[in-house]
T-cell receptor, first 115, second 112 residues
Framework: SQTIHQWPATLVQPVGSPLSLECTVEGTSNPNLYWYRQAAGRGLQLLFYSVGIGQISSEVPQNLSASRPQDRQFILSSKKLLLSDSGFYLC??????????????FGSGTRLTVV | SQQGEEDPQALSIQEGENATMNCSYK?????LQWYRQNSGRGLVHLIL?????REKHSGRLRVTLDTSKKSSSLLITASRAADTASYFC????????????FGTGTRLQVFP
């Protein structure tokens, strides 16, 4: 069966420090991968998505970047965190070739607090 | 940007009652999905309805879609305390879309 792993679960980082959040998917090949951010009490904002290794689409210009060094690995990074980067970061995947008729599977999320 | 707006923002009911949440969206869609999020956790996919469908059922869930009004509703019948969570609608704009756009969510509290 397919599983998605996201870590760490919580993170407290000082302003100006770097960031690296990792997401991996098991049990599938060539998944579509997504990074979302959720501000406290708000909906989800799509940050990046990827349909293959090295293929990254950015939805919102900001202080973050994403990379996909391996088929089932998706990394969210920042060189210098801002206070506004605080939030709940969620990784999700969907099997390729399913079109738009299937839902996403989400990871358990990373709570990032920038202090 | 957010496509959907859920209404109400918050809903409190007693166990056994029905809960209805509404979602409005702005652009044409291929499908609309509902997700559930327990506090501090990831989202769980509940149900998907295609743009050519008007109603769909899954257990105690009933979803309707009115594309002419660009709106959807999620009905949870005979609610339980365990249904307490936030519920989000999300829209897919085309069959080949690679992304879902989420609404702002409805926080449901079910009291025992």
């Amino acid at each position: 069966s397919q599983t998605i792993h996201q870590w760490p679960a919580t993170l407290v980082q000082p302003v100006g420090s770097p960031l690296s959040l990792e997401c991996t998917v098991e049990g599938t090949s060539n998944p579509n991968l997504y990074w979302y951010r959720q501000a406290a009490g708000r909906g989800l904002q799509l940050l990046f998505y990827s349909v293959g290794i090295g293929q990254i689409s950015s939805e919102v210009p900001q202080n973050l970047s994403a990379s996909r060094p391996q088929d089932r690995q998706f990394i969210l990074s920042s060189k210098k965190l801002l206070l506004s980067d605080s939030g709940f970061y969620l990784c999700a995947w969907r099997a390729p070739g399913q079109g738009g008729n299937y839902g996403y599977t989400f990871g358990s999320g990373t709570r990032l607090t920038v202090v | 940007s957010q496509q959907g707006e859920e209404d109400p923002q918050a809903l409190s009911i007693q166990e056994g009652e029905n809960a209805t949440m509404n979602c409005s969206y702005k652009t044409s869609i291929n499908n609309l999905q509902w997700y559930r999020q327990n506090s501090g956790r990831g989202l769980v996919h509940l149900i998907l309805i295609r743009s050519n469908e008007r109603e769909k059922h899954s257990g105690r869930l009933r979803v309707t879609l009115d594309t002419s009004k660009k709106s959807s509703s999620l009905l949870i019948t005979a609610s339980r305390a365990a249904d307490t969570a936030s519920y989000f609608c999300a829209t897919g704009r085309s069959y080949n879309t690679d992304k879902l756009i989420f609404g702002t969510g409805t926080r449901l509290q079910v009291f025992p």
